[in-house]
């Protein structure tokens, strides 16, 4: 019998116990988790806008380059230039030449644009500090 007491003293002890998560630390809990969304999501768009951009401007690099190279080659034309840096452009992006008249490599000023995305189009060579970026 005593045995059978000793046995019923443990249960209930063990009964009165904590066991789980009370509500107050769970609103705590998800208090935080919105606090961390909250905080993340901007910073997440601002990185995308970012990554668009520098998309554009590496495609202008690269169509600039491009349209240098054409220019360089011997009996190189304007029209050589103009497809050469067209064909910088790549999922969506667009680029041509601000001057499609271009004779001399540092004539050169390539845009790159995506009408998909709401950035102004960007641009790089050699003559595109006289041309604003947007």
Do not use: H
């Not at 495609?59 to 360089?72: D, F, K, M, P």
């Not at 390539?110 to 641009?123: F, G, K, L, R």
């Amino acid at each position: 019998m005593k045995n059978y007491i000793d046995a019923k003293k443990r249960q209930k002890l063990e009964e009165t116990g904590e066991e789980g998560f009370s509500l107050i630390e769970l609103i705590i809990v998800v208090v935080i988790l919105g606090i961390l969304v909250a905080i993340a999501i901007p910073l997440f768009a601002n990185i995308q806008l970012q990554a668009q951009t520098n998309a554009l401007k590496a495609a202008a690099a690269s169509g600039a380059t491009a349209a240098a190279a054409a220019l360089a080659q011997e009996g190189g034309t304007a029209d050589d230039a103009v497809t050469a840096a067209a064909t910088a452009g790549q999922d969506g992006i667009e680029v041509s030449l601000v001057d499609e008249t271009v004779t001399t490599i540092d004539a050169i000023c390539a845009s790159a644009e995506n009408a998909a995305w709401d950035i102004d189009p960007q641009t790089s060579g050699p003559a595109c500090s006289a041309v604003p970026a947007g």
